[in-house]
């Protein structure tokens, strides 16, 4: 339910969606830089907080990509 209700949010709102994932870029990328940086374990935290949202993107892109293609 939640992979298509984010499927139809991506199509109806894109600039967002990619604001969305710029941001998780942005954390995975400031997270393994300080924990390459600071050789902290701390910062691997940055990886746990990014997993769950790219895995419901995953999901929504192919459902989006199955139910919701114009190229059918």
């Not at 293609?69 to 059918?72: E, I, Q």
């Given at each position: 339910?939640?992979?298509r209700?984010?499927?139809?949010?991506?199509?109806?709102?894109?600039?967002?969606?990619?604001?969305?994932l710029?941001?998780l870029?942005?954390?995975?990328?400031l997270?393994?830089?300080?924990?390459?940086?600071?050789?902290?374990?701390?910062?691997?935290?940055?990886?746990?907080?990014?997993?769950?949202p790219?895995?419901?993107?995953?999901?929504?892109?192919?459902?989006?990509?199955?139910?919701l293609?114009?190229?059918?």
């Open positions: 339910m939640m992979f209700t984010y499927a139809h949010f991506s199509v109806s709102h894109p600039y967002l969606h990619k604001a969305n710029l941001i870029f942005a954390i995975f990328a997270s393994c830089y300080q924990l390459l940086a600071n050789e902290n374990i701390v910062y691997a935290a940055g990886f746990l907080f990014v997993i769950i790219i895995f419901i993107f995953a999901k929504s892109s192919d459902y989006k990509r199955k139910y293609s114009a190229d059918k």
